[in-house]
């Protein structure tokens, strides 16, 4: 693989990914829980926030999970991504990406959770369960 070793924890309960206006305000429950995200570009604002904090009606992606990369890793850390975007890929698991300063964040489907697990495991990294 040429790329060292990553351990990632699979967090628990499943997150939506929504696309908001371009215009929209940032809705109080976007910033709820543990991990959300949310990301305004010219042509839109995008929302990862956990299913539990996802107001009923409200329009979006449900049935994701997601893998935390064990970090903090280097800014200058080359190919991380990569490496786990590889697999994945072979796998044929889609892959929404987030990444922060300290690390990254993988979000597959529920239903690929488990092939996405064993992609993972097969390239050399280490999975385990939120509190394990």
């Known amino acids: 693989m040429g790329h060292m070793p990553l351990s990632l924890t699979l967090l628990p309960g499943g997150f939506a990914i929504c696309r ?3 215009d929209a305000g940032i809705p109080a429950w976007a910033a709820q829980g543990e991990f959300f995200s949310i990301t305004r570009t010219p ?11 996802l107001p009923e009606g409200t ?4 049935g994701w999970r997601c893998f935390r990369v064990e970090g903090p890793m280097p800014l200058s850390s080359v190919g991380v991504l990569a490496s786990l ?3 994945l890929a072979r796998a044929s698991v889609s892959l929404f990406a987030v990444s922060t300063y300290d690390t990254d964040y993988l979000l597959v489907k529920g239903e690929a959770v488990e ?3 064993q992609a ?4 050399g990294h280490t999975v385990r369960l939120c509190g394990q």
């Open 59 to 62: 329009r979006g992606d449900s």
């Open 20 to 22: 908001l206006a371009a």
């Open 85 to 87: 975007a590889d697999p």
């Open 115 to 117: 092939r996405a697990k």
């Open 120 to 123: 993972l495991v097969r390239a």
């Open 43 to 53: 042509d839109e604002l995008s929302v990862v926030v956990s299913e539990a904090h």
